[in-house]
């Protein structure tokens, strides 16, 4: 075990995304992604500190396809922040779809943070929408209640998970990714994208075991 890796009190596990629109059988499936739901239930527990996202949109939201006559799911087009991939409509308030998985068990979580509620603009992160400087107020929390470094697990490893992992380093919280307890969509070579930025960053990949390998005492 790295000894830099040992959990402490000032570590936090953010777990990103486990909903049901996100799993197998959900609007915006990702591959196998209800497999990290018993692995972060298991991470959890060598974390004082948790916070989970939720993905939260109004109906009509600007990333929907549906919102956008003759697109289709998974299509770019440009917007006042940029390019945006179009998805199929997900995780719509007040649905079934956007609620956590009962499956996920994790009591002593402290925070609910719910993200991407803005109709005219998307977020991947947990810390910004995708403009890159609306904040979402997580980084004021997080100094606040004096925790210094985030470790992520959940979906998708290639968006939400990515996009919170480098916003965390980018503004002062060293970032973790816990690899095996997350899934990837893998749109258009997102995935592979995912690594190189992740990587240029110098945010590392973990395993599980290392993870609990690194339990604090």
Avoid at 63 to 75: L, M, Q
Avoid at 116 to 125: A, C, F, M, V
Avoid at 189 to 215: C, H, M, N, W, Y
Wanted: proline share 6%; glycine share 8%.
């Amino acid at each position: 075990m790295s000894k830099s890796l040992e959990i402490s009190d000032r570590d936090v596990l953010i777990v990103v995304d486990v909903q049901y629109d996100f799993c197998p059988g959900g609007q915006l499936a990702v591959p196998r992604g209800d497999e990290v739901i018993a692995p972060i239930n298991d991470i959890a527990r060598h974390f004082r500190h948790v916070i989970i996202t939720q993905d939260w949109h109004p109906p009509g939201h600007l990333s929907f396809a549906s919102s956008h006559p003759g697109r289709k799911p998974h299509e770019t087009i440009d917007v006042f922040y940029g390019r945006q991939i179009l998805w199929p409509d997900h995780c719509v308030q007040g649905t079934r779809g956007a609620e956590l998985r009962e499956e996920l068990d994790i009591p002593h979580a402290e925070l609910i943070i719910r993200k991407g509620y803005h109709k005219n603009i998307d977020s991947y992160s947990v810390f910004f929408e995708n403009d890159r400087r609306t904040p979402t107020g997580l980084a004021g929390y997080l100094r606040e209640r004096g925790l210094q470094r985030a470790f992520f697990a959940g979906l998708a490893l290639d968006f939400c998970v990515r996009y919170s992992a480098e916003d965390a380093s980018r503004i002062g919280f060293p970032a973790v990714i816990i690899e095996d307890a997350c899934r990837a969509i893998d749109v258009n070579g997102s995935l592979d994208e995912t690594r190189r930025s992740i990587s240029k960053l110098g945010v590392p990949f973990v395993s599980i075991a290392e993870v609990k390998a690194a339990q604090a005492e």
